[in-house]
């Protein structure tokens, strides 16, 4: 009995340390998106172990050897455990962090058997470098942040044991010996539905989200206890010997057959409740929550605390006296019901949606009463810096400062684009790289990143020059109010896509098919998106039924194969020419075998033009409204002007009509400082992209708000750009290109991020400033003054983006 004891004792420290030390290893070694699988797979052997441990007592219990062959099995396990524990190797992150990065990319180029993984190591690098030094025990327990995160990975496990699930299976053969006179058969028959059930779960966890698991396996749970109890009370009665007057014995129980089969029906589907979701989630969410520096130390607690309620409910038994088994099983029943309220998310506050529509009406955003940047500045001013707003049936809090921001956008392998960012784009191009996400947008990152970066759009320069210049001769007069100006920079910017696009002029060639294609075609697109939250279905039909969308779409598409096909058909000594187009640029990634799985194998040429179209349709959209703002704060700061124009001056640039003849080398355009002032206020003031959208690729915690797998999020962006938390020089709602010279120089660098961050930013911002800048210039080099009228009253106006709603000033032009 005393060797018994010392190795139960053993074997119950082994058991306590591999119970956090897997779940902790598999949280490091599991890429992002089969994490749930692998840890928990650490529960699938631990069930399928259960149920091995059943069918043997079944085959050997009248076995004169049984208790020792039982105890002779169960070394088969430890011993596979202690060998291949050998062959496994260290995690990488713990590698990084105690040895260095060369150690921790030898580990990781094993596991996951590539030799492509340096934006992982990255990714881990700086994982590593914003967690910081390590946290002791004592830290642990006293920095709020983690203590919560403590608490609640506690209370996972002390809820995950309070479902009854231990005393089902401890004393589970003995209910149902008295109950059915089956006892290790019913216990048969619950550990196999543990076992299958927890196999689909391991295809859920990274489907559904933890929390929505332990929500439904919660209620779940509940009705399956409540329905054995049911039962129990209905069709079992039990018998009382009672000698002279006093209960002496209640434990005999008289069930019918068909009760008690149904008991253990009802037991067998809390089981498979529990196997789906309380069983394997509460291992791998408390696994996931803590950071690397103190993860370690915190799974050891919260497994200490599971297997502590394991020891509490050791004594259930003694319940069964007072409450009786139909009492133990409405507790547990009850138990599960508080596990699943338990688990329901801790929601920011926010007004109260509407049943279909959420906020989406009641907010004024569907109805036009509000702009997205005017509603979410009052939701931020009404309930704080994280919000929550509702579209339609679906939560997504809103995030409204620069660590928000930071914390989401540089967490690459936890949040992506959203297809709520612009809901049904991919109905316009199905094969645009905003649509993508995973593998194949990798893919189309590898080619389209590069050619909007600074070293290809600076020969952009004089084609933006030279259609500034078309605009200014033809679309404005001295001395005249203007009304449209927001539609005429809507065409400035399509005619210089077009350009970059197609090397077609649109001024020149305005009654053309291509123009009439183009202006059709950004048109409707551009309707489509404002209705973005019509039902899908209606979209399509919409798109389908458009007979000029429809021309338009032929049209274009027929002029990208033609220049495709003319790109093709060069003669070998035109192929060092550079590209005139952006169409040309790309033929060279051109492939018609590209496939996800190898990267660099380019773009067919169904993408090609996809992406071309999504260059053009978010081009024309962003820049023109930016353009559109920066005419509207100039009539409203007419010393800006003078400003930029005696810069022009001190450069030796002209400044008056006869200017449209010179050009701008980068060194000047670089040399303009106060230039690029203007530029970046405008693009911080004005509400062009007030806000982006991510969705989350796995459970995860921001600023204490849990959010889980699938969820959509926002980020105020138009809010950080004017908080006055962050910007110091003057009022951050008034227009001062100066505070980029002073104290707001050395901005948060997330406090301004007009083109949204991380790896899903906009590809085009770099060819976007560009553009407004040297627009910027040349309408100012050209002699062009923007002055304030009574009707230029400004306000918002929501359509993709956001423009003036009321632009109405007077242009004047020095010819001198």
Known sequence: MILILIGRIIEGTGVGCSSFSCPLYASEIAPTNLRGMLSGFMQMTVVAGLFAANVVNFLIQDHKWGWRLSNGIILIAPITIMIGIFLCPE???????????????????????????????????????????????????????????????????????????????????????????????????????????????????????????????GLGMAVGHFLAATVFVTGCDVIKTIINGTIVNEETVSCQTSSGILMLFFTAIFVCFFALSWGPVAWIYAAEIFPLNIRARAVAITTGSNWFLCMVMAYVLELITPLGIHGVFYLFGGLCLFSAYSSSPNDPPGQKPQIIFGNLFNSGLLTGRKTGPELFTEYQQAYGDVFLFWVGPQ???????????????????????????????????????????????????????????????????????????????????????????????????????AFIAFDHDLEAQIDSSCARALQDFVYYASQFMIAAWLPRWLGKLYLKLNWK???????????????????????????????????????????????????????????????????????????????????????????????IKQELKEHDLAVGDNAHSSSLSMETLDSLVYCDCVTKEVLRLAPVAGLTARRATRDTVVDDISIHRGQDLYIALYNMNKDPRYWHHGDPTEFIPERFLFEDKNHHPYAMVTFGGGHRACLGQDLAQFELKLMIIRLMQRGVSFEDTPENIGGYKQQVTCCPRHLVVRVRIDHH
């Open 549 to 643: 969308y429809q021309r338009a779409h032929r049209i274009l598409r027929e002029l990208s194969e033609q220049i495709v096909e003319q790109e093709q058909n060069k003669h070998n000594d035109c192929e060092s020419q550079r590209p005139k187009n952006l169409i040309a640029s790309l033929v060279s990634s051109l492939n018609e075998q590209a496939n996800d799985q190898q990267i660099s194998s380019g773009l067919t040429q169904a993408e090609i033009f996809d992406e071309v179209l999504m260059a053009i349709t978010a081009g024309t959209e962003t820049t023109a409204k930016a353009l559109s703002w920066f005419i509207f704060y100039m009539s409203k700061h007419p010393r800006v002007q003078q400003k």
């Open 91 to 217: 995690t990488p992150r713990w590698l990084f962090k105690n040895k260095n990065r060369e150690s921790a990319e030898k580990s990781l180029k094993r596991i996951r058997q590539t030799d492509d993984v340096t934006a992982e190591l990255d990714a881990i690098a700086d994982a590593i470098q914003e967690e910081g030094d390590h946290f002791s025990i004592i830290e642990l327990c006293t920095t709020k942040k983690m203590l919560e995160r403590l608490g609640v990975g506690v209370a996972m496990h002390i809820l995950q044991q309070t479902t009854g699930i231990n005393p089902v299976f401890n004393f589970g053969g003995i209910i149902y010996q008295s109950v059915l006179g089956k006892g290790i058969i019913s216990l048969l028959i619950l550990s196999g539905a543990n076992m299958f059930s927890t196999i689909p779960a391991l295809f859920l966890f990274d489907r559904l989200g933890r929390r929505n698991l332990l929500i439904f396996g």
């Open 395 to 497: 939560k997504s809090p809103v995030f409204c400062l620069p660590e928000h921001a930071q914390t989401i956008f540089s967490d690459r392998h936890t949040f992506d684009q959203s297809p709520l960012f612009i809901p049904n784009f991919d109905l316009l191009c199905p094969n645009g790289i905003i649509t993508l996400s995973g593998l194949k947008w990798k893919r189309h990152a590898r080619v389209m990143l590069p050619m909007f970066k600074r070293a290809k759009i600076v020969h952009y320069s004089e084609t933006i020059l030279h259609c500034t210049d078309q605009f200014i001769d033809k679309h404005l007069d001295d001395n005249h109010i203007y009304k449209d100006l927001t539609l005429r920079c809507q065409s400035l910017l399509m005619n210089i896509i």
